[in-house]
């Protein structure tokens, strides 16, 4: 690359700015009337060794006036196309505060949607809540070294952690996105064999993303992040039939992420101008997405709170028909019994008649039977039976005597009288 000053002999100074995370940039910065200036760049090196204080890695271009300077550079990285941008200090200065800007409201609105959803979830205890935490949690772990705040403010001084963090959190950051997918949706109850097709997408995830801790595994992260994607949007336009509003939910909101991150993918190449909507697209597409579904979260344990209250007065008002049925059926039952009651009442009168003429036969001090006599003292076998037989008349017609008049209680007060309490006097 070479530059060349203005013509008005003026020296210009001006700031090349590279937006991608390299492991390694060595540039050389060579003027004709100056001496070569050599700057060691990139996620190898610790953050205080960069010449300009920025979370991207920038650095001087000197051009003296009627002169040129020419850029050299050696690059080491994963992409084969590096997006250079040149800048004068003024415009510098202004695309530096528009980034940090779109920046901090990004990561303020994920610092304060972790915070409020782990809260939730601390009361709740809801499983969703974990899951949304963990994807956002490390979303902002796959973020951060993309956009340098990383390197500039977490770990300034261990740039292999910086190396390592994208894939890492790349792969946890999906597996916890599948997770919240499976749980938001139902999944396992609706779709059982989907379910567990998924698991296996996640065990994938979670293996990648511990290998990935020792060595750096780009083309397998990148196939694990696609996948993930895939499965994410198959299993929301899936989820249409069998729960519209939660699809809904969860689909829009996605879709806000999806877009900004084609608007910045297309940025970079170069097949959309650079603005600040194709610029900003990712970072507004986060924000966007993340907000909505916390709302969606409240919204979806709303939705499933009405669906069980529903389902409830269903079974209530089915154990209201079937209890009217067997008070009907009692009642029925009660009658029946006090029909025969009353048709006990003249046999046991009759039982307690003769058992009170036995008595006084029986207590008479002498008798005559088939002309034989017999003394009170001594009383005859038969008249020792009847006895017998007396007394267990007598009992008899004591229980059922005591039945009927029960029975004849009830039958009178069974109208005032509680369902449970006539079922206990049954």
């Avoid at 507004?284 to 709302?295: D, E, R």
């Avoid at 209201?320 to 019994?337: D, T």
Wanted: charged share 15%; with cysteine; aromatic share 10%.
């Amino acid at each position: 690359m070479e530059f060349c000053d203005s013509g008005e002999g003026i020296p210009n100074i001006d700031f090349l700015l590279v937006t991608k995370p390299l492991s390694g940039v060595a540039i050389s910065n060579s003027a004709v009337s100056e001496e070569t200036k050599i700057y060691n760049l990139g996620g190898k090196h610790q953050f205080r060794d960069r010449p300009i204080q920025h979370h991207f890695f920038a650095f001087p271009v000197d051009v003296p006036g009627n002169s040129s300077t020419s850029i050299i550079t050696r690059i080491q990285g994963d992409s084969v196309r590096i997006p250079f941008m040149v800048h004068s200090p003024d415009a510098f200065t202004q695309d530096a505060a528009r980034a940090n800007l779109f920046m901090g409201i990004m990561y303020g609105i994920l610092l304060v949607m972790t915070l409020y959803n782990t809260t939730i979830f601390a009361v709740l205890r809801d499983k969703n809540y974990a899951y949304y935490v963990g994807f956002v949690i490390f979303l902002m772990a796959v973020l951060m070294p993309i956009d340098g705040f990383s390197a500039q403010y977490v770990f300034p001084n261990i740039p292999t952690i910086n190396l390592h963090l994208v894939n890492v959190g790349s792969s946890l950051c999906c597996a916890f996105l599948l997770l919240f997918c499976l749980s938001f949706l139902n999944t396992k109850e609706h779709y059982p064999k989907t379910f567990f097709a998924i698991r296996s997408v996640i065990a994938l995830t979670l293996i990648n993303g511990f290998a990935n801790i020792f060595i750096k595994f780009n083309l397998a992260t990148n196939i694990i992040v696609s996948i993930t994607l895939f499965c994410t949007v198959a299993l929301g336009v899936l989820s249409i039939r069998k729960t519209p509003k939660l699809a809904f939910l969860f689909l829009v909101p996605f879709s806000f992420f999806a877009a900004g991150a084609a608007l910045t993918v297309l940025k970079q190449a170069a097949v959309l101008p650079a603005n600040m909507l194709t610029t900003e697209g990712l970072r507004i597409g986060v924000a966007v997405n993340i907000s909505l579904w916390s709302q969606a979260l409240a919204y979806r344990l709303r939705y499933l709170l009405e669906e069980k209250f529903k389902a409830e007065c269903l079974l209530a008002e089915g154990q209201k028909r079937e209890s009217s049925a067997k008070i009907q059926a009692l009642k029925k039952n009660l009658q029946l019994v006090a029909q025969v009651s009353d048709k006990l009442n003249s046999p046991l009168l009759s039982i307690m008649h003769m058992s009170s003429k036995m008595k006084r036969i029986t207590a008479e001090p002498k008798c005559n039977l088939e002309k034989k006599q017999c003394s009170q003292e001594t009383p005859c076998a038969f008249f020792t039976e009847i006895n017998a037989h007396v007394a267990n008349l007598e009992i008899a017609a004591e229980c059922l005597s005591e039945l009927s008049t029960t029975l004849s209680e009830m039958r009178e007060e069974q109208g005032n009288v509680e369902p449970t309490t006539l079922i206990a006097h049954s």
